[in-house]
């Protein structure tokens, strides 16, 4: 069994004040002998206290849904105001009916909203033009005067008041829609930044740190004075370029912050220094570099790409020749390092992957392809990056 209780909406605690003074006002105005119309007028058919309070009651009980049902309380109450007519009337009834008009608009659906102005405004031209038409007296206007002021006033007025609440709405939304966007942007903006300094971070170090590992290593395990010398020597060589480059991001990260500006981005007119730093932590890397010139972003990408390959091959890689070479075709410029493949003899230092990774977010970022993997005996790094003409460095 429906709980009817339930089932009904909880009225509104303004709405509650509506009715009970709406009530209560009509109740004082009857106690006073206080009507619209006096008992002799021809439209009253009920004259009397009883026929006055039963429309009343019936109007301060569909205030009490003018919210929560507002379509209900507005027929209800329109029924209730055509029996207020045969009355002698009461002020209390006719403004409580004013109030039901003017929530079914506001409050209302959509269509009820539309067509309730519309329906009071043809009332009110007809309460103008038929009585005139009929009694042909300047009295008979009044009637369209009272009835645009009962039905049509009220119902414009929360056609107005419901269209700019719904335009406050719809901006409210929009403010919201453009702060969750922005929002959005900014994490989105954050994580690619986090991504660019990781990626920085990676390239810049783990050249330097891969070798000191190696090395020391080496040193550690191999019980030479003249080969711990020589292993001190390029610790330390990779120690100071690494606190340079640490300095570098530092500065990049202050963006120019202080007296000092950050260092340039490298390029790759860098890369004979990168292979000359790999010959010495041992590698026998060979260059081959016809790239002409190309955007920035693009040295940037390519440089970094060969310095991880470079650190990927001394960490991993058997002994043998390493090779590096750029080619510039038309407009892509590819970049190919190969170093040999297999288990390797003597200390290694240990990889997470992030390189790779990395090597591959740089290529997409522009746009570019990136592959990594054995080719039989050697490991092989191609990078290919599109070359946009007109832009260079």
């Not at 106690?31 to 026929?51: H, K, Q, S, Y």
């Not at 042909?136 to 609440?165: D, K, M, Q, S, Y």
Request: glycine share 10%.
């Amino acid at each position: 069994m429906v709980d009817m209780a339930a089932a009904l909406p909880r009225p509104h605690r303004f709405d509650v004040y509506l009715a009970s003074g709406g009530l209560l006002g009509g109740l004082l105005l009857l106690a006073v002998d206080l009507t619209t119309r006096p008992a002799d007028e021809p439209i009253v058919l009920l004259p009397g206290f009883w026929p006055i309070l039963l429309p009343l009651v019936v109007m301060s009980g569909c205030e009490l849904l003018r919210r929560t049902a507002p379509r209900v309380a507005l027929l209800t109450g329109t029924a209730a105001m055509a029996l207020d007519t045969v009355t002698q009337g009461s002020v209390a009834t006719v403004l409580m009916f004013t109030d039901l008009v003017y929530a079914g608009v506001l409050y209302g659906p959509p269509a009820s909203a539309r067509r309730i102005p519309w329906i009071t405004g043809l009332l009110t031209v007809a309460g103008t033009v038929v009585p005139f038409a009929v009694w042909r007296v300047p009295e008979a206007l009044l009637i369209g005067v009272v009835t645009g002021a009962v039905a049509f006033g009220p119902a414009a007025t929360g056609w107005i008041v419901r269209n700019h609440r719904d335009a406050a709405i719809a901006a409210r939304l929009r403010a919201e829609q453009t702060t969750l966007l922005a929002e959005m942007d900014r994490s989105q903006a954050v994580i690619a930044e986090r991504a660019r300094m990781a990626r920085e971070l990676h390239d810049m170090v783990a050249n330097h740190l891969s070798a000191i590992a190696i090395h020391s290593t080496a040193a550690l395990s191999i019980d030479d004075p003249r080969t711990s010398r020589e292993a001190l020597g390029v610790i330390r060589e990779n120690s100071v370029a690494g606190l340079a480059e640490m300095r570098r991001l530092i500065g990049i990260l202050r963006d120019g912050s202080g007296d000092q500006e950050p260092a340039a981005a490298p390029t790759l007119d860098g890369l004979d220094a990168l292979v000359e730093g790999a010959r010495a932590n041992g590698l026998d890397v060979t260059l081959d570099a016809g790239h002409g010139r190309v955007p920035a972003p693009v040295e940037l990408a390519a440089y970094r790409i060969v310095q991880e390959s470079l650190t990927n091959a001394l960490k991993h890689a058997r002994p043998g020749r390493v090779t590096v070479a750029l080619l510039r075709r038309e407009d892509l410029l590819e970049v190919r390092v190969s170093s040999p493949y297999g288990r390797r003899d003597g200390p290694r230092a240990p990889g997470s992957g992030a390189g790779l990774v990395g090597m591959r977010e740089r290529a997409a970022l522009l746009g570019g392809t990136f592959e990594a993997g054995p080719e039989g005996t050697r490991w092989t790094v191609r990078a290919s990056f599109p070359v946009t003409e007109g832009d260079p460095a």
